[in-house]
């Protein structure tokens, strides 16, 4: 048995598309579990850039059976369109599975995330608008259609009616909005189940059983941990569980059969839109790591908030999914800022606190404790050995490692796939 988590460990935008596609080269099987197409991978592999939201990052490895999970949300009008892009492009995309009981984005999810977003005014929490979180509300309201729905003409036809007639309701009368036609868009949604269906799948067997013959298979984690609905920045977070354990329920596997967990972390911290954000850098420097680092939304375009590494979230991240090692991303970013921070722990009030809050006051009171380490001019780009690094990146590196209590296993010179260094 070889199964490997690959999550986010901060706020999300940490990279965790080039390295899910590094190690998806060993790997036999792919598994994406939760979000969907609000987050965003972009890998770099062959001169090419690929900027995916749904398909795993494995798909660029043709050997690599990919399998989007039963706790994905799905827009199948997206994920065709991010399928035909990859076929263009030359990507064999013949091993994607798509599980069953994945549910379905439909129209009125869209328009009600816009409107629902609206309504809250300056209390808005940032969303995509991509349908994501009202898809996971009828999840849990058991009124959502499933890929299995969405294959059975006569069943999708009576449940999005149904639907359809429930959330006008909703638009006009709460939110002020038009009605929509389920008629609009009835064809077009059993045209994408007819395109669908050579890849829909039963997929916790496959993977169960690919787990017990041996198989290497990787999880592929969406968002961050911070991003994550029950532990996370709330309500500013996803709907879904970024973590390690949202793997388990969203792929149909037991935690005893997860072997390792690595959280991809970036060399200093970003965050996308509103929520406190203790190490937050509102000055030159912060917006040289911007530019520099090119910390701007591959799916919304949006410029990231940038500011230091924050080692209280990385002990927070190490604890809340048990990670057993770390892949640092973008030290190459912080070449020539001179005298780099760390964040050790948060300052409110007269109290010293270690762990991350669970209050947002209590989180938009704190102010970071810093220790300032030296920082180099050096270009590493090209180093492809750690002991090859200048002495200030390692002892920044082994410092984050010191402070996280996980072991840094990966360091990222780069945005391609041989700017990676194994440790």
Known sequence: ??????????????????IIDILAQQSEVVVRSQGGNNAGHTVEADGKQYKLHLVPSGILNPRTLCIIGNGVVVDPGVLLEELDMLQEQGVDTHNLKIDLRAHIIMPYHLILDGLMEQARGNSDIGTTKKGIGPCYMDKA???????????????????ARANTEFKNQLITKIYGGE???????????????????????????VLYEAVQAGKKVLFEGAQGTLLDLDLGTYPYVTSSHPVSGGVCVGTGIGPTLIEECVGVMKAYTTRVGKGPFPTELLDETGEKIRTVGNEFGATTGRPRRCGW????????????????????????????????????GYKM????????????????????????LPGWDEDITGIRRYELLPENVKRYVERIEELCGAKVIMVGVGPGREQNILR
């Open 1 to 18: 048995m070889s199964t490997k988590v690959v999550i986010g460990a901060q706020w999300g935008d940490e990279g965790k598309g080039k």
């Open 141 to 159: 309201e058991r009124i959502g259609i499933r890929l299995c729905d969405l294959l059975d003409r006569e069943l999708f036809t009576e449940k």
């Open 179 to 205: 009605p929509i036609s389920c008629d609009s868009f009835l064809e077009e949604y059993l045209t994408y189940a007819e395109r669908l269906r050579p890849y829909a799948a039963d997929t916790t067997p």
């Open 309 to 344: 590494f924050d080692a209280v979230i990385g002990r927070f991240s190490v604890r809340t999914s048990g990670l057993t090692g770390i892949a640092l991303n973008k030290l190459d970013t912080l070449t020539g800022l001179g005298a780099l921070k760390i964040c050790t």
């Open 349 to 372: 009030g007269r109290n010293v606190i270690k762990d991350f809050p669970a209050s947002l006051t209590e989180l938009a009171a704190c102010e970071p404790i810093y220790e300032v």
